[in-house]
């Protein structure tokens, strides 16, 4: 087991710090987090972990090995330790701070110090030395990698097949999916899936078997075509029904994520969304295996986490996140 530092998106901490713990579980099992501070936790992990974190991660940013944590005020000691870990390998020194905090580390002081102890340092060194301040620690760190958010834009919503305003974003997709704790060749469902976006990512991630429901026929078969562009036919099923009636035997899916209906652009066939919602949470608590996880969102104001309790589901944490002036959503991560 080694000690990783991953580095979490601002846009969300909370969501950042649930999809890390997600990653781990479903991937990494027997890993920890050891330490959270503001924008980055500690993790100790197997060797295997930078790899497996940055090809799922939408809300982790960067993963690396870490060389030694200080004090603020021990910083020097910190910096004596490292020309012996390094064994002589050329460095790229970048400083990270989080908020206010080590304002005082500058670059050129980590530069000229480390290169005074027989440190090569070069701007064009591969090996990418971190220095990561944040609530009164330094953590120093060999980079591992960086999260592609190119080829997460490359898959947006308005590149595929077909597409219809309102679609998520491959980013807030591949989050939910995460949080179902789906694992390699297990059986995921999104009882409401549009265009497909979360089965698409679910697909990617590794799922075995990716069953796409939407009550919608034209949604039914667009997201069959966007599955189709993706590679992913061949373990994907696609249902026009409704999600309150899912035709899926007992204890036969490993994991749920789904956005269901809401707003103007959103088909309720009439129902309100609380009526939808539980009548969902119901059904799928019927068709998921024991243990399991449904992950779903829903605007704040209508309390979707009472849903869960209302279908018998154990909450495991509620997430808020901001859209625009009139939407914030509230993300629930609940458990069968």
């Not at 480390?114 to 440190?119: A, D, I, Q």
């Amino acid at each position: 087991m080694k000690v990783y530092y991953a580095t979490l998106s601002g846009e969300n901490l909370s969501l950042a710090l649930e999809e890390l713990k997600a990653i781990l579980e479903s991937e990494l099992p027997g890993s920890t987090i050891d330490l959270v501070l503001e924008g980055v936790a500690l993790i100790r992990s197997s060797p295997e972990a930078p790899e497996a974190i940055l090809g799922r991660s939408s809300f982790v940013k960067e993963i690396g090995e870490v060389l030694g944590v200080a004090e603020r005020g021990s910083l020097g000691e910190l910096l004596d330790s490292l020309p012996h870990v390094l064994k002589g390998e050329g460095v790229k020194v970048e400083v990270r701070r989080f908020k206010s905090y080590g304002e005082e580390i500058r670059e050129d002081f980590i530069v000229k110090t480390l290169y005074s102890k027989g440190v090569k340092c070069s701007l064009t060194a591969s090996t990418r030395l971190k220095l990561i301040a944040s609530e009164g620690l330094v953590i120093a760190g060999v980079s591992k990698g960086k999260i592609e958010f190119k080829e997460l834009l490359s898959r947006k919503p308005s590149r595929r097949p077909y597409f219809k305003p309102g679609s998520l974003t491959p980013q807030f997709s591949r989050l939910l999916v995460n949080l179902s704790r789906l694992r390699r060749g297990s059986t995921f469902l999104d009882p409401f899936c549009g265009t497909g976006s979360l089965a698409i990512e679910a697909c990617l991630m590794g799922a075995g078997t990716i069953i796409c429901q939407d009550i919608d026929r034209e949604a039914s078969t667009g997201s069959q075509r966007n599955l189709s562009a993706y590679g992913c036919s061949g373990k994907a099923l696609t249902i026009m029904g409704d999600a309150t009636r899912t035709p899926i035997a007992p204890g036969s899916v490993d994991s749920i994520a789904t956005d269901p209906p809401y707003g103007r652009l959103a088909s309720t066939r009439g129902r309100g969304y609380s009526e939808i919602v539980l009548g969902f949470l119901e059904e799928a608590a019927r068709v998921a295996r024991k243990g399991s996880y449904i992950v779903y969102a829903g605007p704040h104001h209508y309390n979707p986490w009472k849903l869960a309790l209302e279908a018998g589901l154990k909450i495991v944490s509620r997430h808020h996140m901001f859209v625009h002036g009139s939407l914030t959503r509230e993300i629930v991560v609940a458990r069968v």
